[in-house]
C-alpha cells in the first residue's frame, strides 16, 4: 500500500494529496472542538455521518448548478474533492437568531430575521476567526470584487436551496458556515463551494420540537450528539447503508450508549495532535 502524503491536518478533518494533480483526499474525524478549541472532544460516528451528509448536500447543490469540489466518496470516513485555493474567508447565513448574533445585538434565540444575513468573518484562528465587512475582503485583496460578488450570489442560492431541502425532511436550518475556493479551468478562474456542510457547521432544529440536531449539542453538553447526526441523516434517507457496512468504521450501536469522550487513532495508525482551534 502506498503511503499518501498528508498535507494539513483541521480540527475535523484530515487533508492528504490525491491521486491526481488538483486532488486531495478529506478524512473525517470524529474530534469536535467548540470555541475556538478551548473544548475539545469525540463524538463516535460523526466522521462517517459528516463525509455522507456533506456528500449528499454537495450532491443535491451540484445538481442545481452550484459548482462544488466534490468529485466522489472513497469510503465511509473519506471524499475525493478537487484542491482549491481556499479564500480565507467564513461566509455565514442566518435564517433564525441563534449563537454570536444574539450576544452581539441583543436578540433572543429564536427569533426570525426580517431576511437571510450574510456575515463574512477572517479565517484566522490567532485572531479568534474576527468578523469583517465586504471592505476588508476587498480592501486586503482576500477576494477580488467580482469573486465576493459571485460568492454572495452562489452563497444566497445554497440558502435558498438548503433551507427548502431541510424544511422538507422536517428541519429547520437556522443558520450556516460555507468555505469557497478557487480553481483554473481552461484559462479561467472560477469559484467553487469547498470544505463541508454538515451538522458541525450548520444549526438545524427540528422544526416540530425545536430540539438541536447539531454541534450545539456538544458546545451546551446536551448530550445525544451521535444521536442528533444520525438523526439528520436518518432524515435524508442515509443512515441505512451507513448501517450496512459491516467494517467497524463506526460502530453506531456502542454510540448509541453514550457521547464520551474517547481517543480516535488517525488513518496511520498514531493518535491526532490538536492544537488548533474552534469552528
Ligand atoms: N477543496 C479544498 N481544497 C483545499 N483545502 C480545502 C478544501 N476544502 C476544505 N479545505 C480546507 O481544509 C481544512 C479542513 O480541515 P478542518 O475543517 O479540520 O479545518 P479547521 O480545523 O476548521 O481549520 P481551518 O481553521 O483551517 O478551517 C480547512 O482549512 C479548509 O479550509
Ligand atoms: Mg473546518
Given amino acids: 500500500m502506498t503511503r499518501r502524503r498528508q498535507i494539513y491536518e483541521g480540527k475535523a478533518k484530515i487533508l492528504f494529496e490525491g491521486p491526481e494533480p488538483?486532488?486531495?483526499?478529506?478524512?473525517?474525524?470524529?474530534?469536535?472542538t467548540a470555541f475556538?478549541?478551548?473544548?475539545r472532544g469525540t463524538i463516535e460516528g460523526k466522521g462517517v455521518l459528516n463525509?455522507?451528509?456533506?456528500?449528499?448536500?454537495?450532491?443535491?447543490?451540484?445538481?442545481?448548478?452550484i459548482p462544488t469540489h466534490f468529485i466522489r466518496r472513497l469510503n465511509m470516513r473519506e471524499q475525493l474533492v478537487r484542491q482549491v485555493e481556499i479564500i480565507p474567508i467564513e461566509v455565514v447565513v442566518r435564517n433564525i437568531a441563534a449563537g454570536q448574533i444574539c450576544?452581539?445585538?441583543?436578540?433572543?434565540?429564536?427569533?426570525?430575521?426580517?431576511?437571510?444575513?450574510?456575515?463574512?468573518?477572517?479565517?484566522?484562528?490567532?485572531?479568534n476567526d474576527p468578523l469583517i465587512a465586504e471592505e476588508h475582503i476587498t480592501a486586503f485583496g482576500w477576494a477580488a470584487p467580482p469573486e465576493l460578488d459571485e460568492i454572495i450570489s452562489l452563497t444566497i442560492r445554497i440558502n435558498d436551496y438548503l433551507c427548502g431541502l431541510f424544511m422538507g425532511v422536517g428541519i429547520q436550518l437556522v443558520d450556516f458556515k460555507l468555505e469557497?475556493?478557487?480553481?483554473?479551468?481552461?484559462?479561467?478562474?472560477?469559484?467553487?463551494l469547498a470544505d463541508e456542510i454538515s451538522p458541525d457547521n450548520c444549526r438545524l432544529w427540528d422544526a416540530k420540537t425545536g430540539e438541536k440536531m447539531d454541534k450545539d449539542r456538544f458546545r451546551r453538553d446536551l448530550g445525544g450528539l451521535s444521536?442528533?447526526?444520525?438523526e439528520v441523516a436518518n432524515?435524508?434517507?442515509l443512515m441505512q447503508e451507513i448501517e450496512e457496512v459491516p467494517d467497524n468504521v463506526v460502530d453506531l450501536k456502542a454510540a448509541k450508549s453514550k457521547d464520551k469522550k474517547s481517543d480516535t487513532t488517525k488513518p496511520d495508525g498514531t493518535k491526532p495532535d490538536n492544537t488548533k482551534d474552534e469552528s
Avoid: C, H
Fill in 22 to 32: 488538483g486532488t486531495i483526499i478529506q478524512f473525517f474525524k470524529d474530534d469536535a
Fill in 36 to 39: 475556538n478549541a478551548q473544548k
Fill in 51 to 65: 463525509n455522507r451528509i456533506s456528500e449528499y448536500l454537495m450532491t443535491r447543490l451540484g445538481a442545481i448548478g
Fill in 103 to 127: 450576544e452581539r445585538l441583543g436578540i433572543e434565540e429564536g427569533t426570525q430575521l426580517p431576511r437571510s444575513i450574510v456575515e463574512f468573518y477572517y479565517k484566522n484562528d490567532e485572531l
Fill in 180 to 192: 469557497f475556493g478557487r480553481v483554473w479551468d481552461n484559462e479561467m478562474l472560477r469559484i467553487l
Fill in 227 to 230: 444521536e442528533a447526526y444520525q
Fill in 235 to 237: 432524515r435524508f434517507g
